[in-house]
């Protein structure tokens, strides 16, 4: 920070009661300095990202910064104020104000500054000297990590300490990590505890923000600027990404930090050491998490696109939960027939079953309608951002008008996302930056997706997807034993990853038309789907000594993930042991899938498990098809296992008296 503050820049007794008023008398003095060629302007950039987020720190601190078009070089001025001024920080003011001025477009800059103050600013000992020091030189010197000889305490404030470099301690690595997986349910959470685990082991200090399906809460922005590198382990984009510029960032997927916590926090430590530094913005998007590995700096396209399905995926999820299993349970109650009852706002009889039936079903239609629209809007937000949503949503609309479906959908949601990408690299006026994400962006981009979808290529993918429809209702015999199959190979190999959901998704969007053959494919995806789970449970209780202890608690929970259609329930299984699980739990999903077919079930409800056998057509012959997949994969497993003998770290002596049951 040599260059970064001088003594022209320390205002040790700062007036200001406000952050605006702080802002501006501090700026006042980067203008003096010639930092600044705008004072207002500039004032402007930074009360707009004081808009985004508070900037306050607990213990007293606030770091106003932005980048802006007015700021000629990387500055940095400090002020001391002795009342007090609030920046938003829970334990109350600030009385140390450091403002953070980046030219526009210098990311790494600004939040390598932002960075690097935020580490120093986590030692009480640096802190206590700024608020002790009388010399303005000195204090920039501080700052800018210069030896300045320690300050002689204040009698009147005993508690403020003295800098003492000799009793500094080793500060222990400190990484922060994002998780997130396309439910935003199971992998979300399960590489966060993996990730957690690896860090104790190596004595690294780790927070995670795992961004599930119920929201996520932010990490601390003080946290953020005091880690020293960076994990993205995910399926879908990584949101405000920008909050981690300016550090070593590993990008990956979700399952590699289930897989190899540890090998992810070794690679973060070298990047660290080598000083690697990541341009990361969510105002110009990179292409997404699609950029890892040795994939380059735009990343493999195949693997950008399925992360910007995988994200319609995401979002689309709860409504397809939540609106068929309403329509499931309207079906229990009120039979099939319930569909063409007449609108509860205009007929509803409180004590009629039929009333109650009719509800349930139109409000899950309701939620059904949104599928398609939600899919394409979300595809498109995984691409561009929230300018993208408008677009996207339209685009899924105007599928459903002109009956394009599910298809329609990730067309639409394809084509919004690129038009935002787009426009999004034209050079505009300053004046006009504020404006174009609210306005200029969703109009023309939905303009485009609109001419689009309804005069170009809207017509062909309707005519796709009636085709498809009709082959779908016209599988039979082999042909249909041959997709049940496949689908079952697919909900089986990655159990949750992306090969499942592409599954799950094909599925899913045929219940928003619902026809015999698309029920037919729900319900080969459902069943096959359970087995993973529910032949591990089985294989752990049969042959005991194969299984280490930790395997056979999981094998315990699995019994009731399976049931329930939670497939990500083997993942501890095949993570552990996937040459010998993952083979063993596609083979049964495959029989499993192709009697489903074979025996004609079907399913309107998109989840459930064995919780909705009730509505399964053919419910008995369903339940044999699952019971027949669970057993081939467990005597599959159990013989692969067996050649092998006891797990390394097998059970203590206590089960070595157990007589396994005969499988």
């Not at 995670?208 to 119920?214: C, F, I, L």
């Not at 495959?590 to 498990?609: D, E, K, N, Q, Y």
């Amino acid at each position: 920070m040599s260059e970064l503050i001088t003594a022209e820049l320390v205002d040790l007794d700062l007036s200001a009661e406000t952050k605006s008023a702080a802002a501006r008398s501090l700026a006042g003095r980067m203008v003096a300095a010639g930092r600044v060629t705008d004072l207002d302007g500039f004032l402007a950039d930074v009360a707009a990202r004081e808009a985004q987020m508070p900037t306050g720190l607990d213990g007293g601190i606030g770091i106003p910064h932005c980048r802006s078009e007015h700021v000629a070089a990387p500055t940095l001025a400090f002020g001391r104020s002795a009342r007090g001024i609030d920046f938003g920080a829970a334990d109350g003011p600030a009385d140390l104000v450091f403002l953070i001025a980046a030219p526009a477009g210098a990311d790494d800059d600004h939040l390598t500054i932002l960075s690097s103050l935020a580490r120093r600013l986590m030692d009480p000992g640096f802190t206590g000297a700024l608020r002790a020091e009388g010399d303005p030189a000195a204090a920039a010197a501080r700052i800018r990590g210069e030896e300045v000889p320690a300050a002689a305490p204040d009698p009147e404030e005993t508690e403020v300490a003295p800098a003492d470099t000799e009793s500094e301690t080793v500060q222990p690595f400190r990484i922060v990590a994002v998780t997130s997986c396309p439910t935003g349910i199971a992998h979300t959470y399960m590489a966060a505890e993996s990730l957690e685990a690896a860090a104790r082991a190596e004595g690294v200090v780790l927070n995670v923000e795992t961004q599930g399906s119920a929201g996520f809460e932010r990490l601390d922005p003080a946290v953020i600027a005091a880690a020293d590198a960076v994990i993205w382990a995910h399926d879908v984009d990584v949101r405000e990404k920008a909050r981690f510029g300016g550090k070593p960032v590993v990008d990956t997927g979700v399952k590699a930090g289930i897989n190899r916590p540890a090998e992810l926090i070794a690679e973060a430590r070298r990047k660290a050491e080598r000083g690697e530094i990541s341009r990361v913005s969510d105002e110009r998007r990179e292409p997404g998490p699609g950029t890892r590995g040795s994939a380059g700096a735009s990343g493999h396209f195949g693997v950008r696109l399925r992360t910007y399905l995988m994200s319609g995926v995401s979002y689309m999820v709860p409504f397809v939960a939540a609106g068929g299993l309403l329509i499931a349970l309207s079906f229990a109650i009120g039979g099939y027939e319930i569909a063409s009852a007449k609108s509860v706002a205009d007929h509803f009889v409180w004590g009629e079953a039929a009333s109650w039936a009719a509800l349930l079903n139109q409000i899950g239609s309701a939620a059904f309608g949104f599928l398609v629209p939600v899919l394409a809007g979300y595809i498109a937000y995984g691409m561009a951002d929230r300018p993208a949503l408008v677009p996207g949503f339209v685009g899924g609309a105007i599928a459903l008008t002109i009956d394009a479906g599910f298809l329609g959908g990730l067309v639409a949601g394809l084509l919004a996302g690129a038009a935002v990408m787009a426009i999004q690299r034209l050079k505009v006026h300053p004046t006009l930056r504020g404006i174009m994400p609210v306005l200029v962006i969703p109009l023309l981009a939905s303009i485009a997706v609109g001419f689009l979808m309804f005069i170009v290529v809207g017509k062909p993918i309707a005519s796709l997807q009636n085709a498809l429809t009709d082959w779908l209702n016209g599988l039979s015999g082999s042909n249909a034993v041959i997709l049940g199959v496949v689908l079952g190979l697919m909900m089986c190999f990655d159990m949750g990853g992306p090969l499942n959901k592409v599954a799950y998704a094909f599925a899913v969007g045929g219940l928003a038309d619902p026809t015999p053959g698309s029920l037919k494919v729900m319900a080969a995806v459902m069943a096959a789907g359970m087995v993973p789970p529910l032949a591990m449970a089985l294989a752990t209780t049969v042959r005991r000594r194969l299984f280490t202890r930790t395997e056979r608690e999981n094998g315990r929970a699995a019994w009731v993930l399976g049931a329930s259609f939670i497939t990500e329930g083997a993942i501890p299984f095949a993570a552990a042991d996937p040459l010998r699980v993952i083979p063993s739990v596609m083979a049964g999903g495959a029989v499993t899938g192709a009697l489903s077919m074979a025996f004609g079930c079907t399913l309107r409800a998109p989840h459930g498990g064995v919780f909705v056998v009730p509505l399964i057509g053919e419910p008995f012959l369903y339940l044999l098809a699952i019971a027949t997949g669970t057993m081939v994969s467990t005597a599959l497993v159990v013989a692969l296992k067996g050649m092998r003998g006891k797990p390394d770290k097998a059970a203590p002596a206590d089960d070595e008296a157990e007589v396994p049951v005969a499988a």
